[in-house]
């Protein structure tokens, strides 16, 4: 089992930084992946960046890309999602996420996570 451990939202003025960051525990060495999902109020939840646990590569939505940095301290089994220039439509739940199985990266599916954290708040306001 693995525990992820989200922690690092907040409420921030549109165009402001924000890191989150997710820290995980037991048997973190089975993580090939992580990965940052958001879900807005009434919305499905969405992928926004994601990492191989090994390598470091990297991917992003769309939505995000240029403005959001996933990173890992694999020292401190801790994943990272430091958030610049941010908008109201960033608003949501932040999720992250571990994946077990070798999947081909990029790994932007939910179902292909096996370990979910709680979830941290942020919000942007205009």
């Known amino acids: 089992q693995v525990q992820l451990v989200e922690s690092g939202g907040g409420l921030v003025q549109a165009g402001g930084s924000l890191r989150v960051s997710c820290a995980a525990s037991?048997?973190?060495?089975?993580?090939?992946?992580m990965g940052w999902f958001r879900q807005a109020p009434g919305k499905e939840r969405d992928f926004v960046a994601t990492?191989?646990?090994?390598?470091?590569?990297?991917y992003y939505a769309d939505s995000v890309k240029g403005r959001f940095t996933i990173s890992r301290d694999n020292a401190k089994n801790t994943v990272f999602l430091e958030m610049n220039s941010l908008k109201p439509e960033d608003t949501a739940v932040y999720y992250c996420?571990?994946?077990?199985?070798?999947?081909?990266?990029?790994?932007?599916?939910?179902?292909?996570?096996?370990?979910w954290g709680q979830g941290t708040q942020v919000t942007v306001s205009s």
């Open positions: 037991g048997r973190t060495g089975s993580i090939n992946d």
């Open positions: 990492i191989t646990w090994s390598g470091g590569s990297t």
């Open positions: 996420a571990a994946a077990r199985g070798r999947w081909s990266p990029p790994v932007v599916k939910g179902p292909q996570y096996d370990y």
